[in-house]
């Protein structure tokens, strides 16, 4: 129950942190250092390469409600000149 509820506070800091800083390369860093290496790794012994997916999942995640994300959804289509 601990390590479901450790999970759950990577992914949402992940989320909200990327949402707040505009991009999930500079949130991942810190936010792993901070508590997934601490907290998941080291404590609870978990995965390092399953809590670093995770973690990049939920910060490509909050990357999506940033407007950062119009680059990825306008740009190419007005580029391509696509309908909507």
Avoid: Y
């Avoid at 949402?12 to 999930?24: D, R």
């Avoid at 790794?41 to 995640?61: D, E, R, T, W, Y």
């Amino acid at each position: 129950m601990r390590v479901l509820i450790g999970v759950f506070l990577v992914s949402a800091g992940m989320f909200l942190f990327t949402a707040l800083m505009g991009n999930a390369f500079a949130a991942f860093p810190i936010m792993t250092a901070a508590i997934g290496s601490l907290v998941l790794v080291q404590i609870f012994a978990g995965n390092p390469a399953a809590v670093c997916a995770i973690g990049m999942l939920s910060g490509f995640c909050g990357t999506q409600v940033t407007p950062l994300a119009a680059n990825f959804n306008l740009v190419p289509s007005a580029l391509l000149e696509m309908k909507d």
